[in-house]
């Protein structure tokens, strides 16, 4: 079954009565019963720039886990199975930490588990506090597979050479060998640090 549609089988119904915090938790468990990728995934760089860890509500909203991660004002981009994050939801926290999370289901309408005392509910996205607090979402949509993201930019130390005609480089680092494409050139007097994508 689809992320959304699992979601949606569980409106009404309490997930873990009593303990707190478990937004993530509901969220995890509908993608673990899809047998999505991103059951057990943690972002190494989550948006808010708060520690994270598997329960929090930050730990899918990293740019490093394959999917796009949009802001709220490209809601037009979202789709079934979207993880949503919302700031500042309760508690002290910085302006901007993410503190609630849950799952667009089309139609506007999103899917999570409120508060420990309540069962999993449906609620719109175009007015109130879900809409207001929206942070950002990560466009996993109902699909198996993420989308690869680009190679990681290398940097290295080059030293440059020129003569009529054309410049030679030699590289003073350990890169591996293959042509790379020039992202940017820094330096002066002879040395020159580039950073370097794999030409693909």
């Known amino acids: 079954m689809k992320v959304s549609e699992i979601a949606r089988a569980w409106v009404g119904k309490d997930f873990r009565p009593g303990v707190p915090e478990q937004c993530m938790g509901f969220v995890r468990h509908v993608l673990e019963q899809a047998g999505h990728p991103l059951a057990d995934a943690v972002t190494r760089a989550p948006v808010d720039g708060i520690g994270t860890g598997p329960m929090l ?99 290295g130390r080059v030293r440059v050479w020129g003569h009529p005609g054309g410049h030679r480089l030699r590289l003073d680092s350990s890169l591996p060998a293959g042509d790379y494409q020039i992202l940017s050139v820094s330096g002066e007097g002879g040395a020159a640090v580039l950073e370097l994508r794999p030409r693909t």
């Open 57 to 155: 509500a930050s730990s899918l909203a990293g740019r490093d886990l394959g999917y796009p991660l949009v802001g709220p004002e490209e809601r037009d981009k979202l789709q079934p199975g979207a993880i949503l994050f919302w700031r500042n939801t309760y508690g002290q926290w910085p302006v901007g930490t993410i503190t609630h999370v849950g799952i667009y289901v089309g139609d506007g309408q999103c899917v999570h588990r409120p508060t420990m005392s309540r069962p999993v509910e449906q609620a719109s996205l175009s007015s109130g506090v879900w809409s207001s607090l929206l942070r950002c979402a990560l466009l996993s949509p109902d699909v198996a597979k993420p989308t690869p993201g680009p190679e990681p930019a290398l940097r």
